[in-house]
């Protein structure tokens, strides 16, 4: 068995703390205390066992030991890893094809409640497939587009649609080595066709198909889910939120929407705001309704919204725990089934709400897009006639102001204005070297590591060289509890390049671009600064390195591999599902060699397992730097900036009157 760990080893995070405290207290398990309870299997956990027919399960832990069929280690993990991508890219893939039916029954007047609220976009996506869009009204051109987006799931021949939005280098890629998707659904299905007993055998042909498989999710699937949830409730741009358990509220009735679409939470929020809901909680006793989320659909709900975020993947149990949460609306992915059994200690009901996700004991109230608004009110009255039921709550008193909300629109809005909207100045930034380069600090939370510990870790060390984080998902909630998606509050902790250009600009050093299908904005922002000029002709020659410190799902695999696949750098924390165990097994690291150097041979972005957070800061300087030379830029030197900004205004005004007129305006002349 696994040692005990405190909570101050659980987590980072205060109110974690105190809710891992609580649980104790009561004798209630929680994520937490459970992984304590249950060491991993250290053979699975290499990607050593095969289970896929009734002749195993196959455990290869001698060498030269195959399956029984004869399969090879090599080909068994390389089989584990691709189906896990497999069902990473299915559930992305699926959030976006329930999207693109939602577009449609709105653009056919058939869903309630529901307006095209960012027509601009809908004109500039729907252009990009040459939809027409002049003198057209924008359901016309939604009916469209959604048609366009659906076929690309059941699409069997060509090229999935939105890969034409990658640099023109970088399908030329894919296409020279047989990985262009052509429909997601066709890769995801081969992906399990090539793993059946007896089909494909040859790792590294299974691994390329991983890559198609993964292009298909974020190059399709992920990126139709953002377009529309864009075109639907709005583009991002920055807005005031908060995040942490502190975001309950005693005196109201707490709904927390948690999972990933935000087709009901945007309804929620919408029935939230009724006067005669309002009117209905406070009959019952409560000053009014108070939402937030957890995992994704919290970001969903924040960045457009500004509705905070009880917290991230880790703190789904906590929230309960705090007694104060009437109702836990749940839709897809990142669900605990834990959470119906740690209910039942209070009051909190839990509702699902998907037709694909049921868990015994909880209430269903099943989502309808074509009747969401009176069902999101249906769900507000059963978590109010449950407020009275509420006993002893304990509600950390900690929360974080944010600023998230930076879609790709609106970085290219910030840096150049209206008229002039461009990454210029982040390339130019680049370039000089004022940012050293750009990291993506991404994903899940784990708690087999300290909640929260490695991405923050890991982003304060980026930032203080001088390198821009932009986050995701779960990471990017870590980083909002401690203060770094807050301008002012995270300055002090960043190089001094940066943080001229963090002060000129106006943002925060760290960039909230939203949940995890989001990471498709992080392709377009790395290819407009391509299209921008002077970082090369490809994503794999921009000084960018791509994290997911915590990971743990299998969406986690699809989006690292299909970063890989686009060119990038990509780092992951925790442990390797195809690690092997090379003291044990010569050679039983094979896949894991290839998913680096191989195909960084092939595309030009490697995907890498650095369980040591200094290790994986290193790695992320060194490629930087490395890819920095090979462009030809200047070499990363902190003493050539930070003298200009908001920083010398303060050292200026520390000085005596006549000392502050020299250095502003030159010696007096004699
Ligand atoms: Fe064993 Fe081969 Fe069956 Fe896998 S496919 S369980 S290696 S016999
Ligand atoms: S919710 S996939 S734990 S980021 Fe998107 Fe968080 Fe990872 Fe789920």
Not at 137 to 158: H, K, S, T
Not at 297 to 316: D, H, K, S
Not at 597 to 608: A, F, S
Not at 640 to 659: C, I, N, T, V
Request: overall charge negative; glycine content about 10%; some cysteine.
């Amino acid at each position: 068995m696994a040692k005990k760990r405190s909570p101050e080893e659980h987590s980072i995070d205060p109110a974690a703390q105190q809710m891992i405290i609580r649980a104790d207290q009561l004798g209630i398990s929680t994520a937490f205390s459970r992984a304590d309870d249950m060491a991993p299997c250290n053979i699975g956990s290499a990607g050593m066992c095969c289970k896929l027919c009734g002749m195993g399960p196959c455990r290869l832990t001698k060498d030269g030991q195959t399956g029984i069929c004869g399969a090879t280690l090599d080909t068994i993990q390389a089989r584990n890893l691709i189906r896990a991508i497999a069902a990473g890219a299915a559930a992305h893939s699926d959030h976006g094809r329930d999207m693109a039916f939602t577009l449609k029954a709105v653009a056919n007047g058939e869903a309630e409640g529901y307006v095209i609220r960012d027509v601009a976009k809908l004109r500039v996506v729907a252009a990009r497939y040459n939809i027409p869009i002049e003198g057209r009204a924008p359901e016309e051109i939604a009916n469209d587009l959604a048609d366009l987006y659906i076929a690309q799931f059941g699409q069997q021949r060509g090229e999935v649609a939105p890969a034409i939005r990658a640099p023109k280098k970088r399908q030329e890629v894919w296409r020279q080595h047989g990985v262009m998707p052509r429909g997601v659904d066709r890769e995801v299905v081969e992906s399990l066709h090539r793993t059946h007993i007896g089909d494909d055998q040859d790792p590294e042909h299974i691994l390329e198909h991983a890559i198609r498989t993964a292009l298909s999710d974020g190059w399709g699937g992920s990126m139709i889910a953002t377009d529309v949830s864009d075109i639907l409730f709005g583009t991002p741009a920055p807005v005031l939120g908060q995040a942490n358990l502190g975001v309950l509220k005693e005196d109201m009735v707490n709904v927390v929407v948690h999972g990933h679409e935000p087709t009901l939470s945007e309804m929620i929020v919408a029935a939230s705001q009724d006067p005669e809901i309002i009117e209905y909680a406070k009959a019952a006793g409560a000053n009014g309704i108070n939402l937030s989320g957890i995992c994704c659909t919290a970001n969903e709900i924040l960045m457009r919204q500004g509705i905070p975020a009880a917290g991230n993947f880790l703190q789904q149990e906590l929230a309960i725990l705090t007694g104060a949460v009437e109702a836990m609306v749940v839709d897809v992915q990142c669900i605990m089934q834990a959470l119906v059994e740690l209910a039942r200690n209070f009051h909190t009901e839990i509702i699902t709400t998907s037709a694909k996700v049921k868990l015994k004991g909880a209430t269903h109230i099943q989502f309808d897009e074509h009747k969401a608004l009176t069902i999101a009110k249906d769900i507000l009255r059963h978590a109010i006639d449950n407020y009275k039921n509420r006993g002893e709550t304990q509600i950390p008193d900690i929360r974080e102001d944010l600023v998230p909300g930076f879609s790709h629109e609106y970085i290219s809005y910030m840096l150049g204005g209206s008229y002039r909207a461009s990454f210029r100045p982040l390339n130019d930034a680049i370039m000089t070297g004022r940012i050293r380069g750009v990291a993506a600090v991404v994903g899940c939370n784990n708690p087999r590591s300290q909640h929260d510990y490695l991405h923050t870790h890991v982003t304060r060390e980026l930032l203080k060289q001088d390198v821009l984080v932009v986050e995701t998902g779960c990471g990017a909630i870590a980083s909002a509890k401690l203060g770094l998606l807050l301008g002012e509050a995270g300055l002090d902790q960043v190089g001094p390049g940066l943080r001229e250009i963090c002060e000129t600009v106006g943002i925060p050093p760290v960039l909230h671009m939203g949940s995890c299908v989001d990471n498709t904005r992080i392709l377009t922002v790395l290819t407009e600064m391509v299209e921008e000029g002077g970082l090369g002709d490809d994503i794999d020659q921009i000084p960018a390195v791509g994290l997911a410190p915590e990971w743990m799902s299998e969406k986690a695999l699809s989006i690292g591999t299909y970063c890989v696949a686009s060119g990038a750098y990509v780092i992951f924390g925790g442990s390797s599902p195809v690690s092997g165990m090379p003291d044990r097994v010569a050679d039983s690291d094979i896949v894991q060699r290839y998913i680096s150097e191989g195909w960084e041979k092939l595309y030009g972005g490697k995907l890498e397992f650095v369980a040591e957070p200094d290790e994986m800061i290193r790695l992320t300087l060194e490629h930087i730097d490395k890819k920095r030379a090979a462009l030809g830029l200047p070499e990363y030197d902190p003493n050539r900036f930070g003298r200009s900004g908001d920083a010398r205004m303060l050292a200026l005004e520390a000085l005596p009157l006549e000392e502050r007129q020299a250095a502003l305006y030159g010696a007096p002349n004699q």
